[in-house]
T-cell receptor, first 112, second 117 residues
Protein backbone atom coordinates (compact mmCIF):
# COMPACT_ATOMS: atom_id res chain seq x y z
CA UNK A 1 0.00 0.00 0.00
CA UNK A 2 0.87 3.65 -0.02
CA UNK A 3 3.51 4.78 2.41
CA UNK A 4 4.46 8.23 3.56
CA UNK A 5 7.82 9.09 5.02
CA UNK A 6 7.72 12.27 7.08
CA UNK A 7 10.85 13.92 8.35
CA UNK A 8 12.24 14.99 10.63
CA UNK A 9 10.59 12.99 13.39
CA UNK A 10 11.15 15.81 15.87
CA UNK A 11 12.63 19.28 15.98
CA UNK A 12 13.83 21.47 18.81
CA UNK A 13 14.24 25.08 17.75
CA UNK A 14 14.60 28.54 19.22
CA UNK A 15 11.77 31.03 18.99
CA UNK A 16 12.15 33.11 15.85
CA UNK A 17 13.81 30.40 13.80
CA UNK A 18 12.38 29.03 10.57
CA UNK A 19 11.26 25.41 10.34
CA UNK A 20 11.04 23.03 7.41
CA UNK A 21 9.57 19.55 7.29
CA UNK A 22 8.69 17.27 4.39
CA UNK A 23 6.91 14.16 3.28
CA UNK A 24 7.74 11.75 0.51
CA UNK A 25 5.56 9.02 -0.88
CA UNK A 26 6.09 5.78 -2.73
CA UNK A 27 3.18 6.65 -5.02
CA UNK A 28 1.53 9.75 -6.40
CA UNK A 29 -1.23 11.75 -4.77
CA UNK A 30 -3.51 14.38 -6.19
CA UNK A 31 -4.07 16.14 -2.86
CA UNK A 32 -1.60 16.94 -0.12
CA UNK A 33 -2.84 18.12 3.26
CA UNK A 34 -0.95 19.48 6.25
CA UNK A 35 -2.42 19.27 9.75
CA UNK A 36 -1.35 20.39 13.21
CA UNK A 37 -2.35 18.49 16.33
CA UNK A 38 -2.16 19.91 19.84
CA UNK A 39 -1.99 17.49 22.80
CA UNK A 40 -5.35 15.88 23.50
CA UNK A 41 -6.99 17.49 20.48
CA UNK A 42 -7.91 16.45 16.97
CA UNK A 43 -5.77 17.55 14.02
CA UNK A 44 -6.56 20.93 12.48
CA UNK A 45 -6.18 21.48 8.75
CA UNK A 46 -3.50 24.07 7.99
CA UNK A 47 -3.02 23.96 4.25
CA UNK A 48 -4.50 21.96 1.39
CA UNK A 49 -2.69 21.53 -1.94
CA UNK A 50 -4.41 20.34 -5.10
CA UNK A 51 -1.99 20.73 -8.03
CA UNK A 52 1.57 19.61 -8.69
CA UNK A 53 3.91 22.56 -8.23
CA UNK A 54 1.36 24.54 -6.22
CA UNK A 55 2.80 26.80 -3.53
CA UNK A 56 0.32 27.99 -0.89
CA UNK A 57 0.71 30.20 2.16
CA UNK A 58 -1.35 30.57 5.32
CA UNK A 59 0.16 33.33 7.44
CA UNK A 60 3.66 32.23 8.44
CA UNK A 61 3.11 28.78 6.93
CA UNK A 62 4.02 27.87 3.38
CA UNK A 63 3.55 24.49 1.75
CA UNK A 64 4.31 23.14 -1.70
CA UNK A 65 2.99 20.23 -3.72
CA UNK A 66 5.99 18.57 -5.37
CA UNK A 67 6.22 18.41 -9.15
CA UNK A 68 6.51 14.63 -9.09
CA UNK A 69 3.30 14.47 -6.97
CA UNK A 70 5.20 12.25 -4.56
CA UNK A 71 6.35 14.85 -2.08
CA UNK A 72 5.40 17.98 -0.20
CA UNK A 73 7.06 20.31 2.26
CA UNK A 74 5.84 22.67 4.96
CA UNK A 75 7.79 25.71 6.11
CA UNK A 76 7.06 27.78 9.20
CA UNK A 77 8.76 31.15 9.37
CA UNK A 78 9.67 33.06 12.52
CA UNK A 79 8.42 30.37 14.88
CA UNK A 80 6.60 31.29 18.08
CA UNK A 81 5.87 29.19 21.20
CA UNK A 82 2.32 28.40 20.11
CA UNK A 83 3.68 26.61 17.03
CA UNK A 84 4.49 23.71 19.37
CA UNK A 85 2.66 20.55 18.40
CA UNK A 86 2.69 17.61 16.05
CA UNK A 87 2.48 18.30 12.33
CA UNK A 88 1.11 15.63 10.03
CA UNK A 89 1.17 15.44 6.29
CA UNK A 90 -1.52 13.47 4.49
CA UNK A 91 -1.87 12.44 0.89
CA UNK A 92 -5.07 11.50 -0.90
CA UNK A 93 -6.01 10.07 -4.25
CA UNK A 94 -9.58 10.36 -5.48
CA UNK A 95 -10.04 6.73 -6.43
CA UNK A 96 -9.11 5.56 -2.94
CA UNK A 97 -12.55 6.32 -1.54
CA UNK A 98 -11.22 9.65 -0.36
CA UNK A 99 -9.03 8.02 2.26
CA UNK A 100 -5.93 9.86 3.28
CA UNK A 101 -2.59 8.30 4.09
CA UNK A 102 -0.93 10.02 7.04
CA UNK A 103 2.72 10.51 7.80
CA UNK A 104 4.05 9.64 11.24
CA UNK A 105 4.22 13.28 12.26
CA UNK A 106 6.88 15.83 13.13
CA UNK A 107 6.92 16.93 16.76
CA UNK A 108 7.95 20.56 17.04
CA UNK A 109 9.28 22.10 20.24
CA UNK A 110 9.94 25.84 20.32
CA UNK A 111 12.10 27.21 23.10
CA UNK A 112 11.31 30.80 24.11
CA UNK B 1 -17.23 26.50 8.71
CA UNK B 2 -16.24 22.81 8.64
CA UNK B 3 -16.73 22.15 12.34
CA UNK B 4 -16.84 18.58 13.60
CA UNK B 5 -17.79 17.70 17.16
CA UNK B 6 -17.33 14.53 19.17
CA UNK B 7 -19.07 13.38 22.29
CA UNK B 8 -18.01 12.48 24.88
CA UNK B 9 -14.55 14.01 25.06
CA UNK B 10 -13.51 11.59 27.78
CA UNK B 11 -14.98 8.34 29.01
CA UNK B 12 -13.90 5.87 31.65
CA UNK B 13 -15.64 2.54 31.72
CA UNK B 14 -15.35 -0.89 33.25
CA UNK B 15 -14.08 -3.84 31.30
CA UNK B 16 -16.90 -5.65 29.51
CA UNK B 17 -19.14 -2.63 29.02
CA UNK B 18 -19.92 -0.94 25.71
CA UNK B 19 -19.17 2.66 24.90
CA UNK B 20 -20.74 4.81 22.20
CA UNK B 21 -18.94 7.79 20.67
CA UNK B 22 -20.78 10.31 18.51
CA UNK B 23 -19.32 12.33 15.67
CA UNK B 24 -21.27 15.22 14.20
CA UNK B 25 -20.60 17.63 11.37
CA UNK B 26 -22.13 20.85 12.65
CA UNK B 27 -22.26 23.12 9.62
CA UNK B 28 -22.00 20.86 6.60
CA UNK B 29 -23.26 17.56 5.33
CA UNK B 30 -20.67 14.84 5.52
CA UNK B 31 -21.05 12.21 2.85
CA UNK B 32 -18.18 10.27 4.38
CA UNK B 33 -16.86 10.02 7.89
CA UNK B 34 -13.70 8.30 9.01
CA UNK B 35 -12.82 6.79 12.37
CA UNK B 36 -9.23 6.78 13.56
CA UNK B 37 -7.43 5.46 16.57
CA UNK B 38 -4.29 7.08 17.91
CA UNK B 39 -1.84 5.74 20.48
CA UNK B 40 0.44 8.12 22.39
CA UNK B 41 3.11 9.70 20.21
CA UNK B 42 1.94 7.82 17.15
CA UNK B 43 0.20 8.71 13.96
CA UNK B 44 -3.47 8.27 13.13
CA UNK B 45 -4.54 4.73 12.35
CA UNK B 46 -7.59 4.53 10.12
CA UNK B 47 -10.12 2.04 11.49
CA UNK B 48 -13.04 2.41 9.11
CA UNK B 49 -14.73 4.54 6.48
CA UNK B 50 -18.38 5.29 6.98
CA UNK B 51 -20.79 6.40 4.25
CA UNK B 52 -24.28 7.60 5.06
CA UNK B 53 -26.87 4.90 4.60
CA UNK B 54 -24.47 2.07 3.89
CA UNK B 55 -22.28 -0.33 5.81
CA UNK B 56 -18.92 0.87 6.98
CA UNK B 57 -15.76 -0.34 5.32
CA UNK B 58 -13.25 -1.59 7.85
CA UNK B 59 -9.49 -1.58 7.49
CA UNK B 60 -7.61 -4.83 7.65
CA UNK B 61 -7.21 -6.08 11.19
CA UNK B 62 -10.11 -4.04 12.63
CA UNK B 63 -12.90 -6.22 14.02
CA UNK B 64 -16.23 -4.99 12.74
CA UNK B 65 -18.15 -6.79 15.47
CA UNK B 66 -15.99 -5.12 18.08
CA UNK B 67 -16.19 -1.62 16.66
CA UNK B 68 -19.73 -1.01 15.44
CA UNK B 69 -20.21 1.98 13.18
CA UNK B 70 -23.53 3.54 12.27
CA UNK B 71 -23.81 6.47 9.87
CA UNK B 72 -27.47 7.27 10.29
CA UNK B 73 -27.54 10.70 8.69
CA UNK B 74 -25.38 13.12 6.73
CA UNK B 75 -24.34 14.81 9.98
CA UNK B 76 -23.97 11.94 12.43
CA UNK B 77 -21.85 8.83 12.72
CA UNK B 78 -21.42 6.72 15.85
CA UNK B 79 -18.72 4.30 16.91
CA UNK B 80 -19.61 1.74 19.56
CA UNK B 81 -16.80 -0.13 21.24
CA UNK B 82 -18.45 -3.34 22.37
CA UNK B 83 -17.33 -5.36 25.38
CA UNK B 84 -14.45 -2.98 25.95
CA UNK B 85 -11.18 -4.23 27.37
CA UNK B 86 -8.16 -2.33 28.71
CA UNK B 87 -6.33 -2.78 25.40
CA UNK B 88 -9.11 -0.75 23.75
CA UNK B 89 -8.03 2.27 25.75
CA UNK B 90 -6.95 4.88 23.24
CA UNK B 91 -7.70 8.24 21.66
CA UNK B 92 -10.46 7.88 19.07
CA UNK B 93 -10.85 10.63 16.47
CA UNK B 94 -13.42 11.01 13.75
CA UNK B 95 -13.18 13.11 10.63
CA UNK B 96 -15.75 14.19 8.10
CA UNK B 97 -15.48 14.95 4.41
CA UNK B 98 -17.79 16.89 2.15
CA UNK B 99 -19.04 20.33 1.39
CA UNK B 100 -15.78 22.24 1.52
CA UNK B 101 -12.74 22.57 -0.67
CA UNK B 102 -11.37 19.48 -2.26
CA UNK B 103 -13.13 16.18 -2.34
CA UNK B 104 -10.32 14.82 -0.23
CA UNK B 105 -10.15 17.33 2.62
CA UNK B 106 -11.02 15.84 5.97
CA UNK B 107 -12.01 17.87 9.01
CA UNK B 108 -11.38 16.30 12.36
CA UNK B 109 -13.30 16.21 15.59
CA UNK B 110 -11.57 16.97 18.88
CA UNK B 111 -11.22 13.30 19.80
CA UNK B 112 -12.48 11.04 22.57
CA UNK B 113 -10.16 9.66 25.22
CA UNK B 114 -11.34 6.17 26.20
CA UNK B 115 -9.99 4.52 29.33
CA UNK B 116 -11.11 0.99 30.10
CA UNK B 117 -10.44 -0.16 33.65
Amino acid sequence: GQQLNQSPQSMFIQEGEDVSMNCTSSSIFNTWLWYKQDPGEGPVLLIALYKAGELTSNGRLTAQFGITRKDSFLNISASIPSDVGIYFCAGSYNTNAGKSTFGDGTTLTVKP
Amino acid sequence: GAVVSQHPSRVICKSGTSVKIECRSLDFQATTMFWYRQFPKQSLMLMATSNEGSKATYEQGVEKDKFLINHASLTLSTLTVTSAHPEDSSFYICSARGGFGSYNEQFFGPGTRLTVL
